[in-house]
């Protein structure tokens, strides 16, 4: 036995490595490990002699023929960006029931024809045919190519023929449509609200944020703000439309944004709008995120109003009639911009008794914990009862935004000066400001008010102010 197999080594030109028991009865033949077992789960008796060859014409040196596609072949479309590639598994040219591993490989057909390697495995041969799935998601709406050859101790059989697929648009994105401002609309705000019906969507793409764009010109070479918000929320905006067919759509099925910066008096702007998933989204069966950016509904116009029209209408942000505050308020509120609801009218019937602030913990503590009414106004789940708010003079110009939800009878956040700008729902500019040691800042807490006014009362605390450590 041991003369035979060199000289099979000799002939071959190959090196072949065979483990010798050292008993008389030697003559066992040698068997591959694991890969080739026979489906059924016993084991092939062979030689090397019966599966390895010299190199042939296309490189293989396994005797053994080329696997067949079956599936996705033909330029099928696929509906999911890590699909199954199935073959007819190879056969050996001299023995029957050995099972040889199969190496896979997947290219991408880039627009100029040329192949692009994304993605190669070896996997176990199965019974009669052979599956693998894409383990990293392909391109959207791309075609593909893919082929498969057997292999065994470094040894490999001939490629199969090309097989061809094409993954397919799993998720559509239609265009949002303009709401508000209507069309032409003289607006008496320099921070005007912009509100859409969502748009439809096709598919699932995770979660969904609408972006908003303002710019002085049709074509948006000249933008003045780029403004981003979750799909069906509204920034703590309470502007409900007024008609037959704008109230006929659940809040939800609206997003809402307020410009974040002062737009000039008695100017033209234009606004439109688009979905997207920002952060992008996973596919049934994907491993990795895909993104997925809908079409930008068609641009709709304003007109910013004069200024003495802008001030009878109060700019005060997002909503709400403007007060001055009460005597315990440490701070003109009338002189405050509103980034989320007014609340400088509601009825004062807390009092700020303390706080700690620095980081961490920030804690308000007043007069009313635990007495208002609780609920999900958050929409996350969590039962709270209240909003703190932050008041920053920046330029100038005092800014009033929601800070942190308070769960019911809470009054302390796990958070730090760089928290804030994390945590004020997108409110610029205070989206990007930190306190520094020495600063002034505002705080008060008021029953939910980031989303509008929420639930059976609407109450504040007073506001104190107080300087960063």
Not at 404 to 425: I, M, P, Y
Request: net charge negative; with cysteine.
């Amino acid at each position: 036995m041991l003369e035979r197999l060199r000289i099979v080594s000799i002939r071959l030109g190959i090196l072949v490595l065979v483990a010798v028991p050292l008993a008389c009865d030697s003559s066992s033949p040698t068997t591959p490990s694991g890969p080739s077992a026979v489906a059924g789960g016993g084991t092939v008796a062979f030689s090397a002699a019966d599966v390895l060859a010299a190199a042939a014409e296309d490189g293989s040196t396994l005797k053994v023929s080329a696997p067949v596609p079956q599936s996705p072949i033909a330029n099928t479309e696929v509906e999911v960006l890590t699909p199954t590639l199935t073959v007819v598994n190879s056969e050996s040219q001299f023995i029957s029931g050995v099972n040889f591993p199969q190496e896979f490989q997947v290219y991408r057909v880039e627009g100029n024809g040329i192949l692009t390697p994304v993605e190669s495995g070896i996997v176990p041969q199965g019974a009669g045919v052979t599956s693998y799935v894409v383990q990293a998601p392909l391109v959207d709406d791309t075609p593909h190519q893919w082929k498969v050859r057997a292999s065994f101790d470094g040894a490999f059989g001939p490629w199969s023929e090309m097989a061809a697929f094409r993954t397919k648009v799993l998720v559509t994105i239609f265009e949002p449509t303009p709401l508000q401002p209507a069309p032409g609309e003289v607006v008496d705000s320099i921070r005007p609200v912009l509100e859409v019906k969502n748009p439809q969507i096709d598919g699932d793409p995770g979660l969904v944020f609408i972006e908003f764009q303002v710019a002085t010109d049709s074509n948006f070479q000249d933008m003045v703000a780029i403004l981003s918000e979750e799909m069906g929320q509204h920034a703590g905006i309470d502007t409900p439309l007024t008609g037959p067919a704008q109230s006929a759509l659940a809040r939800e099925e609206k997003t809402s944004a307020q410009v974040s910066v002062d737009l000039d008096h008695e100017t033209v702007y234009f606004w439109r709008a688009r979905g997207t998933n920002g952060a992008p989204s996973t596919f049934p069966g994907a491993a990795a995120p895909v993104s997925v950016t809908g079409e930008f509904s068609a641009a709709s116009f304003f007109e910013t109003g004069a200024e003495a029209v802008v001030n009878a209408g109060g700019s005060s942000g997002g909503g709400g009639s403007a007060s001055s505050g009460t005597a315990d308020d440490e701070l003109d509120l009338s002189a405050v911009t509103w980034l989320h609801h007014n609340v400088s009218s509601w009825p004062q019937t807390a009092t700020i008794t303390s706080t700690t602030v620095g980081g961490p913990p920030i804690c308000i503590n007043h007069t009313k914990v635990g007495q208002w009414p609780t609920g999900d106004f958050s929409g996350s789940g969590a039962i709270v009862d209240s909003n703190v708010w932050v008041f920053a003079n920046i330029g100038g110009t005092w800014y009033a935004a929601t800070w942190e939800w308070l769960r019911a009878g809470t009054t302390c956040k796990d958070f730090r000066a760089s928290d804030f700008q994390t945590h004020v729902n997108g409110a610029a500019p205070l989206s990007s400001w930190t306190p520094r040691s020495g600063e002034q800042i505002g705080l008060m807490v008021s029953t939910p008010a980031r989303l509008g006014p929420n639930g059976p009362v609407n109450e504040r605390s007073n506001v104190v102010l107080r300087n960063w450590p």
